[in-house]
């Protein structure tokens, strides 16, 4: 027979996979209702649909989404992935650096958690008048996609307290900055060579503990986003961390290189 510790584990088991098969498949209003019913009182439960979501909960965080929503196409998701990484690089020495700016919304997300850290500075990279030249064997998106911006625009937006503006081309625009090392690093470009340029030049100047987010790493439009950075980290201590949010992450773990 089985033991009263058996049965008690068996009757958690089964109330678990209802409550997720009701989470995961039930309309939204209904699986909110069942929650709340099934769920202890704890904190913030309405976020856990079907598992934690802080970004649903926090308001601070959704006044600072709101603000830049209109001016970029990251979701709340992968804003809070940004914000707490970025964060977190805060403390550890070197600047920040955003390949692919558009009309600026993550910048001006970045750029306000620096202050927190008033002795960095924030570099922008981008044409800021749309796509470069793209490769039709790896990339969906063409030459002139998100031609929707300028830089006198991006500047009005974000300002000029410690931001530095990098206008042109790729790898281009990083001549000059060899001496520089980066704490925190965005890379947004999409498409798969301006991605493998930033890894060759970004990476090496990483400082040990600083992290890389890669915005396109799992997003079907953007293919050689994804093959850029695996080829880049094939045998690297590093390995990209992919999530759910379409982001993969690089966490530098050995010393500049």
């Known amino acids: 027979m089985a033991t009263r510790d058996q049965i008690f584990r068996a009757t958690l088991a089964g109330r678990h996979a209802i409550r997720q098969l009701v989470e995961l498949a039930a309309p939204k209003p209904i699986a909110r209702a069942f929650y709340r019913l099934t769920n202890p009182d704890i ?12 970004y649903v909960s926090e308001p601070a965080f959704k006044m600072r989404h709101l603000e830049i929503r209109r001016r970029s196409l990251v979701g709340p998701e992968a804003l ?22 558009y009309r600026g919304g993550t910048a001006k997300f970045l750029r306000n958690i620096l202050d927190k850290a008033p002795a960095k500075t924030l570099r922008l990279f981008d044409t800021f008048s749309g796509m470069p030249t793209t490769d ?10 998100f031609a929707d911006t300028n830089l006198e625009d991006v500047k009005a937006w974000i300002g000029a307290d410690r931001v ?53 790493y799992g997003l079907p439009t953007c293919p ?9 980290f094939a045998g690297k201590p590093e390995q990209p961390l992919a999530l759910s949010s379409g982001q993969a992450v690089i966490f530098k773990i050995c010393d500049i290189n």
């Open 224 to 232: 050689g986003a994804r093959m850029a950075v695996d080829e880049f």
């Open 164 to 216: 530095s503006y990098h206008p042109g081309f790729i790898p281009e625009t990083f001549a000059g900055l060899e001496d520089e090392r980066f704490a925190f690093a965005h890379v947004d470009v999409d498409i798969r060579q301006s991605v493998l340029d930033c890894c060759v030049f970004i990476y090496p100047r990483m400082i040990k503990g600083g992290v890389m987010v890669f915005d396109d």
């Open 43 to 54: 904190l913030h439960r309405d976020a856990y649909i079907p598992l934690y979501r802080p």
């Open 136 to 145: 039709s064997n790896a990339d969906f998106h063409k030459q002139g996609d």
């Open 80 to 101: 809070w992935t940004l914000q707490t990484l970025a964060t977190q690089c805060c403390n550890v020495p070197g600047d920040f650096i955003e390949a692919g700016v």
